[in-house]
């Protein structure tokens, strides 16, 4: 069975010191590294938040305050601060981050009018990003998840992924949450189980 690592949004602005910093973000990436160092995968792809700087997601787009909700092109979207703007630092992948056996980069986040957490499509599920095709060309059964954050970006790629038909399992070690709400981070690990995903140590 060949299987693929999905390495979920490691870039500056969702690490410490970004625009929109997960929480002991940079923690997973020593483990994302060692995950690589230590298995053979056949693919190790890295998705990418890659936003035009007038991306509806965020509030100061909006007239909104980071927080709020609005409703945008019929789906709910959080209010963001600025970040991974295409071509910005904050959206460059973190330097710790071995890249090396990096097979495939998909970006996602590009259409002004909608925001894409998962890194198979965006969240009305309109467009794909191209993930999913590249995977099935490469005959990939088993998805192996890691990233940030685990309540957004990475819980919907790991959902997606099971909804594709992939064997998918989230490495509870190589993720973080953002806990806009204390509880989002616990929340997602039991939808994901709910929904089928395998939680690795």
């Given at each position: 069975m060949k299987k693929a690592l999905i390495i979920v949004d490691v870039q500056?602005?969702?690490?410490?010191?970004?625009?929109?910093?997960?929480?002991?973000?940079?923690e997973i990436i020593p483990y994302i590294n060692l995950l690589m160092e230590e298995n053979e995968y056949d693919q190790i792809v890295l998705t990418q938040d890659w936003h035009p700087a007038n991306h509806k997601s965020f509030a100061s787009n909006n007239n909104r305050k980071v927080g709020e909700s609005i409703i945008l092109n019929g789906v709910p979207q959080f209010m963001w601060p600025d970040h991974c703007i295409q071509g910005t630092f904050g959206a460059e992948f973190h330097k710790d981050l071995n890249r090396d056996k990096v097979t495939h980069i998909v970006q996602k986040g590009k259409n002004t009018e909608i925001d894409s957490y998962s890194g198979f499509q965006d969240n009305n599920h309109f467009?794909?990003?191209?993930l999913d095709d590249f995977l099935k060309y490469h005959d990939i059964q088993l998805l192996e998840i890691v990233g940030v954050?685990?309540?957004?970006?990475?819980?919907?790629?790991?959902?997606?992924?099971?909804?594709?038909?992939?064997?998918?399992?989230?490495?509870?070690?190589?993720?973080k949450a953002v806990n806009v709400k204390p509880d989002n981070g616990k929340d997602a690990i039991y939808d994901l189980i709910q929904n089928g995903v395998t939680i690795l140590g």
């Amino acid at each position: 069975m060949k299987k693929a690592l999905i390495i979920v949004d490691v870039q500056n602005d969702f690490c410490e010191g970004g625009a929109l910093a997960v929480p002991e973000a940079n923690e997973i990436i020593p483990y994302i590294n060692l995950l690589m160092e230590e298995n053979e995968y056949d693919q190790i792809v890295l998705t990418q938040d890659w936003h035009p700087a007038n991306h509806k997601s965020f509030a100061s787009n909006n007239n909104r305050k980071v927080g709020e909700s609005i409703i945008l092109n019929g789906v709910p979207q959080f209010m963001w601060p600025d970040h991974c703007i295409q071509g910005t630092f904050g959206a460059e992948f973190h330097k710790d981050l071995n890249r090396d056996k990096v097979t495939h980069i998909v970006q996602k986040g590009k259409n002004t009018e909608i925001d894409s957490y998962s890194g198979f499509q965006d969240n009305n599920h309109f467009m794909k990003t191209g993930l999913d095709d590249f995977l099935k060309y490469h005959d990939i059964q088993l998805l192996e998840i890691v990233g940030v954050a685990l309540d957004y970006c990475v819980k919907f790629t790991c959902l997606d992924a099971v909804a594709n038909g992939y064997i998918t399992c989230l490495h509870f070690n190589g993720t973080k949450a953002v806990n806009v709400k204390p509880d989002n981070g616990k929340d997602a690990i039991y939808d994901l189980i709910q929904n089928g995903v395998t939680i690795l140590g």
